[in-house]
């Protein structure tokens, strides 16, 4: 630390005597202290005890000079170095006043020394590298905020218009990782409901295979990054990291990693978790205000993605069996009729009604009736293929749709339901034993029908067949006849 006290180291040679430089008597308001090139003060300049060191400027032209003056700023390179001469009229010179700029800028002094002119020049200088190093330092803050905004205005740009919550999380890191040295990160979505955290996205070295995984609210820095809605740092070799069920897996980032909660609209959404390389230090709170700076409009993005994605299930789903319903039923086979016309392959349609269904209402209340439909649709789901589209119709009726299936496949899986039904114990969870049927038509394209409103009527009738003909059973449409057309036989 520079003395509040000015301090000057003034270097004679031998043909200019101290009191020719200094002048006769004490100086006031500076202290100079005086040396030869032969005896400088090492330990002093280099501690830059001094505020500022005056050489000779006169005959120091030579090789032996150019060393010495060489050695000098290498020792007391902190320090400004002011090069003086003598004044004219002999030892009895008077203190001047003149400091004289040179061609690189430097002042050359004229000996002896205005102490006071010498203090203000020192000062000044003092103070203007002070204003150029708050120049610096106020220029690097505005172009790092600059950098900083053009970031967060890159975010905002590119994951307004996003509905994948994966992909605006990747885009959002892309920027992140241009301020933050990092050697991966995950990107958790919380379930609210189970108080669970789902890594759902990942990138960098050492989180693969973690997609998938899951914590608990408060669990980890991740977790308790999310469950106090505010950043969690971690310093240690290792962190706690997540727990999966049954497996602990341990931090890839090496020694530090940081959380910050995905809030959106003053609710926790989710998670992003960032780990440091092993050789860089740990995070700090400067890192966790820019992390969550730069991800809060990602977070927005994503619980806009995720309600808009909801609110579609919403509608094509039934809200007591969780099935698809009679819209998705009405889009989706419309599809698959025009695909299976374009590329010349089968669809089938399943039509279900539950027999004596209003029974069970009757005897044991519409909740059980309720609970019986969603176990009804949970045993149609688990009978057909994965391919195949189950929905309810409405009521105690049901749906489903069999991709590149003809006739004969169409029966197998449709007699295999009809089974199931018939065999399984509704309401077991309840302390009860409900058994119940169903009846079973079906339609297939191109036999039965060209649109998918011929197929649902030709279902609907073959299963009016069976109930016709005592419930309980599987009907196949019949194929559909030529119309005739008035006049002449159809072709």
């Known amino acids: 630390m520079r003395p509040r006290a000015l301090a000057c180291l003034v270097i004679l040679d031998r043909k200019t005597p101290r009191p020719r430089v200094l002048g006769p008597g004490r100086a006031v308001g500076v202290a100079f202290s005086a040396a030869s090139w032969n005896r400088l003060p090492t330990a002093d300049l280099r501690a830059e005890r001094f505020s500022a060191v005056l050489y000779p400027a006169e005959g120091r032209g030579g090789v032996a000079a150019k060393k010495s003056l060489a050695r000098l700023r290498r020792l007391a390179s902190g320090l400004p170095l002011l090069p003086y001469r003598l004044a004219e009229g002999g030892a009895r010179g008077k203190a001047t006043d003149r400091i004289q700029p040179l061609p690189g800028g430097e002042p050359l002094l004229t000996a002896p020394f205005d102490p006071w002119l010498l203090r203000a020049y020192l000062e000044g200088r003092e103070h203007c590298e002070s204003l150029r190093s708050r120049a610096r330092d106020t220029a ?12 967060l205005a890159a975010i905002v740009r590119c994951t307004g218009n996003e509905l994948d919550p994966q992909r605006i999380i990747a885009m959002a890191m892309n920027h992140v990782t241009v301020f933050l040295e990092m050697r991966g990160w995950l990107f958790y979505l919380l379930d609210a409901e189970q108080g669970l955290l789902t890594i759902e996205q990942s990138g960098g070295q050492g989180v693969g295979g973690l997609k998938g995984s899951h914590i608990g609210l408060g669990e980890g820095i991740a977790g308790r990054a999310a469950q106090k809605r505010q950043a969690v740092l971690s310093e240690g070799p290792a962190a706690e990291g997540a727990r999966s069920r049954g497996a602990a897996m341990r931090n890839p980032g090496g020694r530090a990693s940081l959380a910050v909660p995905l809030l959106s ?21 400067e890192h966790a205000r820019l992390l969550r700076l730069l991800l809060e409009p990602a977070a927005v993005a994503v619980d806009n993605a995720l309600l808009l994605k909801k609110s579609e299930e919403l509608s094509i789903t039934d809200d007591l069996t969780k099935l698809h319903n009679s819209r998705f039923l009405n889009t989706m086979l419309r599809r698959e009729v025009e695909r299976c016309r374009r590329y010349r392959t089968p669809v089938s349609l399943i039509f279900l009604d539950l027999d004596g269904f209003k029974d069970v209402n009757d005897k044991h209340g519409h909740l059980c009736g309720s609970r019986t439909l969603v176990e009804v649709g949970e045993a149609i789901k688990g009978t057909v293929r994965e391919i195949d589209v189950v929905s309810r119709y409405g009521g105690d009726e049901f749906t489903v749709i069999l991709p590149q299936t003809g006739p004969e496949g169409a029966q197998i899986i449709a007699e295999r339901i009809r089974q199931r039904i018939e065999e399984t114990s509704f309401l077991a969870s309840y302390g009860l034993k409900v058994r119940i049927t169903a009846s079973l038509g079906i339609a297939c394209f191109p036999e039965h029908g060209r649109t998918k409103d011929d197929l649902i009527a030709r279902a609907d009738q073959a299963m009016y067949q069976v109930k016709g003909r005592g419930k309980n059973g599987v009907a196949l449409s019949e194929v559909e006849r030529p119309r005739r057309v008035q006049g002449r036989p159809a072709s």
């Not at 609209?265 to 709170?285: L, M, N, Q, W």
């Open 140 to 151: 690097l803050q505005v172009r790092d905020r600059e950098a900083k905004l053009r970031a």
């Open 265 to 285: 609209r003053g609710r926790a959404i989710g998670a992003v978790e960032v780990f440091g390389t092993p050789g860089g230090g740990p995070f700090c709170v």
